[in-house]
């Protein structure tokens, strides 16, 4: 690390610190957060002439202390007139931003979409940006690493800053310090950051967040995280050779989509990821055994993440290969026969008044029936969905009884929000982008800095089956009714 001074037009930054294991494209983006000149418009003086995007610094010989001379024009926004008509550049960022209709883009640091979007789809949780907001500098529990508190602040900063932009953000500090936390993601080769995989990304992440806004003294809402994003599952484990069979539970952030030759659609790779083999010892046999695992859903989150399991471990070429079949996922997403009997019979009063609601709209009379499980559960049509407190509580359909009148109950059908998409063979190599949702009901493309709008019929053919852009992480939002 080594500190320069930078002359611009009549300024002049001092003590401006240069990572030298970073290219310089990095310290481009720090000096457009300073002066506003985005990095391609930004001529810098070195030894042998202009400094490059991705030249090596070893060979440029700055030096501590130095005084570097930069060019270019800044963005500005241009005054308004006194009158007349008045345009969305005149406007104040702020406005701008609200008259955008969506959240300003990310500069990529080098091989960082995979960062980038997690960190978009993440952002379009209004619930997580709440909790997020109300974690201080000084909220750090005694559990919580310094690191990961350091992270926790880091993502509220970025939330925050790309709710207010209407220009792309640079995410230093964020980057920076999921390094430190994670050190898998500074792996290096030849100098350059590598790309890495998005759905790590989303998991350490989500788990550093669990830990930070969870509130120990706190009974109103002890896990911020897991009342969001938690689905609660509930297995039998059953050995056919000795007939023994266990019950489990456990809370997972996210649901599989395994994919085979067998799966066309999404509601058939879930099926298939609530099943699983796993050997362990048999104490009946005294030896090793082949158990079968069939899990349930349990208990459903606010906002219920799915993992398409795209990627495998090919020892031929010791990298993470990529299955390309075509899998087909909805726009909307009902999950009822997933679920437990238990958790069934939650469901049916909630999913009748969707029902009920729904009808009202088409001008149908009301029906006393209850859910059960026909097969018209599959594909309800679209009705408005109820507002949240956002406490989570509200939002499980393990909820104990003597519930409040205002509160909302989920019924089982989610809608899309938002899809993380990868474009490549590898999981550590290709592009990463994200497809979110926006508050109006519009689509918009994170294609790092670039945001770019898209029409709701285009996001369900990002299914796979080619080089294209396919889903690699969807992200739905219950539907849930007052109760």
Not at 184 to 197: A, C, K, R, S, T
Not at 284 to 311: C, D, H, M, W
Not at 342 to 371: F, I, N, V, W
Request: aromatic share 8%.
């Amino acid at each position: 690390m080594i500190t320069v001074s930078v002359k611009w037009q009549k300024e002049l930054y001092r003590a401006v610190e240069i990572d030298t294991t970073q290219p310089p494209y990095v310290f481009k983006c720090q000096l457009f957060d300073l002066t506003g000149v985005p990095p391609e418009r930004q001529k810098i003086m070195v030894k042998g002439g202009l400094l490059k995007d991705d030249a090596d610094w070893s060979t440029l010989g700055v030096k501590e202390g130095q005084k570097l001379m930069m060019m270019g024009t800044a963005d500005e926004i241009v005054k308004a007139p006194e009158k007349g008509t008045v345009f969305m550049e005149d406007l104040p960022e702020d406005e701008q931003v609200v008259a955008l209709g969506h959240s300003a883009g990310l500069f990529n640091l080098g091989n960082t979409c995979y960062m980038n979007s997690t960190v978009q789809c993440l952002h379009s949780v209004p619930e997580l940006k709440s909790a997020l907001i109300k974690y201080s500098h000084s909220g750090r529990s005694n559990d919580v690493d310094q690191t990961s508190h350091m992270l926790t602040i880091a993502t509220r900063d970025l939330f925050n800053e790309l709710d207010k932009s209407a220009k792309p953000v640079a995410p230093m500090q964020f980057w920076m310090v999921l390094r430190k936390r994670f050190p898998q993601f500074g792996q290096l080769h030849n100098n350059y950051f590598m790309q890495q995989d998005a759905e790590e990304c989303w998991t350490q992440l989500l788990y550093t967040l669990s830990q930070s806004l969870r509130s120990p003294g706190s009974s109103e809402n002890p896990d911020t995280v897991k009342d969001l994003f938690g689905v609660e599952l509930v297995s039998r484990v059953h050995c056919q050779e000795s007939g023994e069979e266990s019950s489990e539970t456990e809370s997972v952030y996210a649901l599989k989509c395994h994919i085979s030759h067998e799966v066309n659609h999404l509601h058939e790779g879930l099926k298939h990821g609530l099943k699983s083999e796993l050997e362990k010892n048999s104490p009946s046999l005294g030896r090793s055994a082949i158990y079968l695992k069939e899990s349930r859903i349990n208990g459903l989150p606010r906002y219920l993440t799915i993992q398409f399991v795209r990627f495998f471990w090919k020892r031929e070429s010791n990298q993470k290969a990529k299955i390309l079949r075509k899998v087909d996922y909805p726009l909307e997403l009902d999950v009822y026969d997933l679920c437990s009997d238990e958790l069934k019979k939650k469901l049916e009063a909630p999913r009748q008044k969707l029902r009920d609601e729904e009808g009202k709209k088409l001008g149908l009379k009301t029906t006393e029936k209850s859910s059960g499980s026909s097969d018209n559960d599959v594909k309800l049509s679209e009705a408005e969905g109820s507002s949240s407190n956002g406490s989570g509580e509200t939002s499980k359909a393990t909820t104990d009884e003597g519930v409040s009148s205002k509160e909302t109950r989920v019924t089982g059908v989610y809608e899309l929000v938002s899809v993380l998409t990868h474009k490549g063979r590898s999981a550590d190599s290709g592009h990463y982008v994200a497809w979110v949702k926006q508050e109006s009901g519009k689509w918009i493309e994170y294609d790092d800095d670039n945001p770019i709008p898209q029409r709701e019929e285009d996001i369900t053919k990002l299914s796979g089956g080619g080089d294209w852009h396919m889903a690699y992480i969807c992200m739905y939002k219950a539907r849930d009714v007052p109760m």
